[in-house]
């Protein structure tokens, strides 16, 4: 049998399997976008931090990691709440610590902790107050270990929680599928 004939027929038949394969598996992300849930008209946010927890000054990196996370993503500037078209307002209800790893020969002393931040979200309209969207649950933790002294290591794991915190807030709030 010549191979070229060969070759050319398992092509033909390649192609016949390939279309109806390819064209199955991208019926499935029919009923799917990927976008904003925001209504087009809204483009500037302020951005609210209000700590309810026993931690101080821990909204300050929460704000931090929201205007980074939101320039970032890009979809929306943030500005003052005079010039806005929307203000997010983030309330932190929740800090906890929690061991997660024990020295061996201290069983009490804890070598590696959790910090988890909880609270919600509820972007609104600047001028009505009216709720667009709201998250009632949100979270960001790090895992971090302990060295020396506690207040240390959580100031070093704080960023990073916040962090987590503020790309669920983005992602909850502004991306929508």
């Known amino acids: 049998m010549n191979r070229a004939l060969f070759y050319g027929v398992g092509m033909k038949s390649a192609k016949f399997l390939l279309f109806p394969i390819l064209a199955l598996a991208l019926s499935g992300c029919a009923g799917y976008r990927a976008g904003s849930s925001l209504d087009p008209s809204i483009r500037t946010v302020s951005i609210t931090v209000i700590n309810k927890t ?9 704000q931090k990691a929201l205007r980074a996370e ?11 709440q005079e010039e806005a078209d929307c203000a997010l307002t983030v309330t932190l209800t929740r800090f906890n610590l929690d061991p997660l790893a024990y020295n061996r020969r201290q069983g009490s002393r804890a070598e590696e902790y959790r ?3 909880s609270g919600s ?16 649950m949100i979270r960001g933790e790090a895992e ?13 794991a704080l960023p990073e929680a916040a962090a987590d915190l503020a790309r669920t807030v983005v992602s909850t709030l502004v991306t929508s599928w």
């Open 115 to 117: 910090m988890t931040l």
């Open 54 to 62: 026993d931690e101080p000054s821990i909204e300050v990196a929460v």
């Open 70 to 80: 939101l320039q970032m993503d890009g979809r929306l500037k943030v500005r003052s």
């Open 121 to 136: 979200a509820v972007l609104s309209k600047a001028e009505t107050d009216e709720v667009i969207l709201e998250n009632p």
């Open 144 to 156: 971090f270990p302990f060295f020396e002294d506690l207040t240390s290591a959580k100031r070093g």
